[in-house]
């Protein structure tokens, strides 16, 4: 985990920053992390120490990449359907949309938008900053009742 979460975007980013000095013209890095970084959540220490730093990551890089008109941000996605996250939990929307305020859960285009937005223009100014796309989860921290407690 640490491998593929933490030194993965740590060396992807350090060599998209070195090409994007070599032409000088610029640029926006963004790393992915999770509401896990921001809010503890039970049996994924490992998982949430990961996505930790790389939010520290983009607060840091402020410092070394902005003199060379390069942004980096995180997003910060929350209960996300995906194939896998469906797999894992044949209920898992039904579940999460109990448990997140605005009454669902994410999807991947709820996170391309805010994505797309950070890498546009309209964002020139926005630096070392994680935006949260968790339907308001992280305001409130509903966690689903385990199985194993039932």
């Not at 890095?29 to 983009?58: D, E, H, N, R």
Request: net charge neutral; with cysteine; proline share 5%.
């Amino acid at each position: 985990m640490i491998d593929l979460n933490l030194r993965g975007a740590f060396f992807l980013t350090q060599a998209a920053a070195r090409q994007m000095k070599t032409q000088k013209k610029g640029g926006k890095i963004l790393l992915i992390s999770s509401v896990i970084g921001i809010q503890a959540y039970p049996q994924l220490t490992a998982y949430a120490m990961t996505k930790a730093a790389l939010i520290m990551m983009a607060r840091n890089l402020v410092v070394e990449l902005s003199p060379h008109h390069i942004t980096i941000n995180c997003l910060a996605p929350g209960a996300t359907l995906t194939p896998r996250t469906a797999h894992e939990e044949e209920d898992y929307a039904e579940i999460w949309s109990h448990l997140i305020p605005i009454g669902s859960v994410c999807t991947p285009s709820d996170i391309s938008g805010p994505a797309l937005f950070i890498l546009s223009d309209a964002a020139n100014h926005i630096t070392g900053q994680t935006l949260v796309i968790d339907g308001g989860w992280t305001s409130v921290s509903n966690y689903p009742k385990s199985k194993n407690s039932e």
